[in-house]
């Protein structure tokens, strides 16, 4: 019998664990356990229905364009709940001095690829518009190491543009700063471009011309579930052996014995042929300090940023009376705490009634870890102040959900890949341990649950499923 444990019962967990359940085992017997140190599993996807509303307290969706969740979703037979976002209502405004002005058609997250929307937009200065017509002719750079994203994006466009779309844009996925983050890590395709074609703008365009047209015109950008991520996770663990499944269960610490793993939860003890680490990477440092304190180093240092999510409902009144779109972004030059503020209503379909309102509004990020010990009405009071200043809205709202999320989301900071590989390495000297989970490869939930299934894929064949573990992954 190979045993193998999986620590951390987030989506990349759950992803490991269904693709181990799923394995072909070649007659091999296979047993995994999942420890989840919560009561619950599916780490940050929570979803809860409040007066026929369906309120996410995490993530909402996840991006058409990475495969890796509606495949997934596709397996688990949620083909037919998968819903779009209402991308013909889609406009998305970005606070300028105190008003709200739409992001203009065209712009490929800060990339311009359609010169009058562009020209004519009062979100940018004439200067900054002058920048983006001499960008076209930005000469190739070579590849030569790491920068941060407000770098390379000031190169090519000016400051402007990093306070205005780079920053907020950036704040809105990673709850981080653009002078922080790796532009290798965070936006390598456009590290790729510029050493292509130097110009953004040219690499943008001709990209463009090379996607296959689908029959069925474009696909939205964003994908979720007519229930709410959470039905994501019902399914997943609907699939898995119960027994298998330990909540409740922290995890203190792994180490290496006689060739295996011993994972010590509370005053228990098991031993393992294999385990994979799906927590955030310094829960995961702490865990490995004693067999591998080089790997703690490494994962220790890959930062973490938490966020608060608030849910406000509202009656018809105020859902007449607000700007059509998917919502707005607050660049830190504003100098409010509210990061984002989504129109849920009008993302998604199946969110809330159609004689009411739905807000999500995000505070937190990099820099703002103090509002994580502000109280309930505490929030609430800044962000019914900021509503009011930006939108307008001084209505009281019919419910209200705040959701604190400490260290949940990655920050890839400058050297992340360096730091990637450093892991890899030291992963060399340690059979049997796979890592999975929001710090190395990807932030979003298709990248995680690609991490989970390669994690397993990795796990299997440290046990001799070499072969199986292939077929998974094909
Ligand atoms: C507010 C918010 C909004 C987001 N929005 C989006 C979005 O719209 N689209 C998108 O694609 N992504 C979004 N993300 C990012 C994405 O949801 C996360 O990166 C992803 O879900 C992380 O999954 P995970 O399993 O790696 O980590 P987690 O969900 O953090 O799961 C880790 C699990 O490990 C458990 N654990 C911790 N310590 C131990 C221990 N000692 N022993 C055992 N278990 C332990 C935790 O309890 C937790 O359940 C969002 C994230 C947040 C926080």
Known sequence: MKRIAIIGGGISGLAAAFALEKSPRDGTPLEYALYESSPRLGGVLVTEHVDDCL???????????????????????????????????????????????????????????????????????????????E??????????????????????????????????????????????????????RFAEMEAKYGSLGRAMLAARGKMPRSANGPRPLFTSLKDGMQQLV????????????????PVQSVQLQNGGWLVSAGYASDQFDAIILATPAQIAAGMIQTASPQLAFELCRIDYTSSITINLAYDRSVRSALPPGFGFLVPRSEGRRMLAATFVHNKFPHRAPLDRALLRCFIG???????????????LG????????????TADPLFVRVHRWKSAMAQYGVGHLERLQRIENLLVGLPGLALAGNGYRGIGVPDCIRSGRDAAAKALAAVGLAEAATSTRA
């Open 234 to 249: 019902d399914a997943l663990v609907s699939r898995l052996t119960p027994s298998a499944l330990q909540t409740n269960a």
């Open 382 to 393: 800044i962000v019914r102040d900021e509503l009011r200043q930006i939108i307008g809205l």
């Open 135 to 188: 960008e076209w002719f930005h000469p190739p750079r070579k590849a030569d190491g790491d920068e941060s994203v407000a770098s390379m994006v000031e190169r090519h466009y000016g400051a402007e543009m990093v306070d205005r779309l780079a920053d907020p844009l950036l704040s809105g996925v990673y709850g981080g700063e653009a002078s922080r983050l790796s532009v290798r890590a965070v936006l390598p």
């Open 365 to 379: 990020g990099a820099n703002s870890e103090e509002v994580l010990g502000f109280g309930d009405d505490q929030i």
């Open 55 to 133: 309120v996410e307290a995490g993530p909402d969706s996840f991006l058409t364009e990475k495969p890796w969740a509606t495949d997934l979703c596709r397996e688990l037979g949620l083909e037919d709940q998968l819903i779009g976002s209402n991308d013909p209502d889609r406009k998305t405004y970005i606070l300028v001095k105190g008003e709200l002005v739409e992001i203009p058609d065209g712009l490929m997250f800060m990339v311009p690829t359609k010169i009058l929307p562009t020209v004519l937009s009062p979100l940018f200065s004439a200067r900054t518009k002058i920048r983006m017509a």
